[in-house]
T-cell receptor, first 112, second 118 residues
Framework: KNQVEQSPQSLIILEGKNCTLQ??????????LRWYKQDTGRGPVSLTI?????NTKSNGRYTATLDADTKQSSLHITASQLSDSASYIC???????????FGSGTRLSIRP | GAVVSQHPSRVICKSGTSVKIECRSL??????MFWYRQFPKQSLMLMAT?????????EQGVEKDKFLINHASLTLSTLTVTSAHPEDSSFYIC??????????????FGPGTRLTVL
């Protein structure tokens, strides 16, 4: 069964600190993995996208990694800001179907 | 990046009325659009896949007669919640699929529509 699991479910850190969010998946065959940021009451916004051959991708203070062998991805946020408070969703696409599997998200709260 | 709009952003209606939500891809053509609903502090739940010029494909448990989807053009899909009831109150989000090349496709999400049924 194709699944995407994220951890932790929620996380609270102080402003300025770094954090890492995890995503494990069982989707096969694999096409690509995306990390989205969703602010409360808004639609998700894409942060990074990685294919099978890519193992790291950066977007400003966001750095995503991908290990296609262990089927794990992480999203590292550096020097967190209050505006980073949001839900972060890992989304995995299989190469043989148009259906995309969503993780349940990690709710990140940044405290001043 | 690609832009997807939704209208309205918020709607409040009385129980029993029907509500139409529009989803538009503003700068690209989308043969496939998706409709999601999201309850507070929960993840997105796919309701249906909308294909231009054909009938929508609904996920298990989603009533197709209650949530009418029309994808009449490559840039517009509509979701109509018929005879809305308070339990239909939710955050509805659409996305449009764009092929980026090299076999990669990306979903671009709209900003969402907050539906409140009184």
């Amino acid at each position: 069964k194709n699944q995407v699991e994220q951890s932790p479910q929620s996380l609270i850190i102080l402003e300025g600190k770094n954090c890492t969010l995890q995503c494990n998946y069982t989707v096969s065959p694999f096409s690509n993995l995306r990390w989205y940021k969703q602010d409360t009451g808004r639609g998700p916004v894409s942060l990074t996208i990685m294919t099978f051959s890519e193992n790291t991708k950066s977007n400003g203070r966001y750095t995503a990694t991908l290990d296609a062998d262990t089927k794990q991805s992480s999203l590292h946020i550096t020097a967190s800001q209050l505006s980073d408070s949001a839900s972060y969703i890992c989304v995995v696409s299989g190469s043989s179907a148009s259906k995309i599997i969503f993780g349940s998200g990690t709710r990140l709260s940044i405290r001043p | 990046g690609a832009v997807v709009s939704q209208h309205p952003s918020r709607v409040i209606c009385k129980s029993g009325t029907s509500v139409k939500i529009e989803c538009r891809s503003l700068d690209f053509q989308a043969t496939t659009m998706f409709w999601y609903r999201q309850f507070p502090k929960q993840s997105l739940m796919l309701m249906a896949t909308s294909n231009e010029g054909s009938k929508a494909t609904y996920e298990q448990g989603v009533e197709k007669d209650k949530f009418l989807i029309n994808h009449a053009s490559l840039t517009l899909s509509t979701l109509t919640v018929t005879s809305a009831h308070p339990e239909d109150s939710s955050f509805y989000i659409c996305s449009a699929r764009r092929l980026e090349g090299l076999g990669i496709d990306t979903q671009y999400f709209g900003p969402g529509t907050r539906l409140t049924v009184l």
